[in-house]
């Protein structure tokens, strides 16, 4: 399949010898394992690829990602690799389509977007700590409380479980959809979570909390801090538990060499959904960052 329109465009899948052409245009983004590729190639005055989406269902939702080259008119290459995704999510049975980059008010993306008749339909919110705040406070705190936890909980890193077990604790949350959090628990996943800090909480032989964090540069993103417990009490401990632990094992990777130097924490969350990570991020001095909208369209 392909198109040709303005600036001699043509998109088009990339032939197998092309696609770390396509990858080297998302070097500054994480992308998907399973996603599927389409090129923005102009042919003149050489052919060469400006742009590109990937994409891949979730449900009936077409997820895609964009990028373009710098000095390239962003909207009309946009605006094809839109049109030519929407058309493979529709044969492929979709019903929406939707950007997978969360985008601030001020992201050139979302007036693309909205030309291209998409619309928001929800919002997140982020936080931002520097490690060392952030470590301060957790130590801190565990040497007031940290004996207040019962003697039966335990952690165990996600590497040696099951991404079910994370799912059983937070699907109620609405964090991450399921199939994300699989691709992201896999070994070797670019960008995936890491897999001896992540970790599940538990009490005797059940699951009641997750943390699951990917590394990336010098932010340390934690996609879900989630403690399933009604009691806030315990809760707060459980949070403790969980961020002590990370906190522990990264300082003593760094005093080995065995990694380098984590700057900022970042958490996310819901608009409305789990205020536990917007108390968790307030209560160590987090800052809250601009919302970060969800863009889809119906197809």
């Known amino acids: ?10 998109v088009r899948a990339p032939a197998p010898a092309e696609v770390e052409r396509v990858l080297h245009l998302f070097r500054n983004m994480p992308v998907r394992p399973t996603s599927q590729f389409l090129g923005a190639v102009r042919s003149r005055p050489i052919e060469r690829f400006v742009g590109a989406a ?3 269902p979730v449900g009936t939702t077409g997820m895609f990602q964009l990028t373009c080259e710098p000095g390239v008119d962003r909207a009309v290459v946009a605006g094809q690799l839109i049109d030519k995704v929407a058309e493979c999510a529709r044969l492929a049975g979709m019903q929406t389509i939707q950007c997978a980059n969360l985008l601030t008010d001020d992201n050139a993306w979302l007036g693309v977007l909205r030309t291209q008749g998409f619309q928001y339909c929800r919002s997140e919110r982020s936080f931002e700590i520097a490690y060392e705040d952030a470590w301060r406070r957790v ?6 409380h940290g004996s207040r936890i019962p003697a039966s909980w335990r952690t165990e890193p996600i590497r040696d479980l099951s991404p079910e077990t994370a799912l059983e604790v937070i699907q ?10 699989r691709a992201y628990w896999k070994r070797n996943t670019p960008h995936g979570f890491t897999l001896d800090l992540s970790c599940i ?7 009641f909390g997750a943390f699951l964090a990917r590394r990336m540069g010098e932010v340390y993103y934690v996609d879900v801090q989630v403690v399933r417990e009604t009691n806030p009490r315990l809760r707060s ?17 760094q005093r080995a060499g065995r990694d380098v130097p984590i700057h900022w ?3 996310r969350c819901g608009e409305t959904e789990h205020v536990q990570t917007a108390n968790l991020a307030f209560r160590m001095g987090g800052r809250e960052l601009p919302p970060q909208r969800v863009m889809a369209k119906a197809l």
Not at 139 to 144: A, D, K, P, S, Y
Not at 172 to 181: A, K
Not at 237 to 253: I, K, N, Q, S, V
């Open 172 to 181: 109620s949350h609405h964090l991450m959809p399921p199939d994300e959090i």
């Open 139 to 144: 130590m801190e705190l565990h040497h007031r």
């Open 1 to 10: 399949m392909s198109n040709t329109g303005p600036l001699d465009l043509t």
């Open 265 to 267: 924490l970042r958490f």
């Open 201 to 207: 909480l538990f009490d005797g032989q059940r699951a």
């Open 237 to 253: 401990l459980g949070d403790l538990y969980m961020m002590y632990r990370m906190f522990t094992l990264h300082d003593e990777a």
């Open 54 to 56: 990937a994409w891949w």
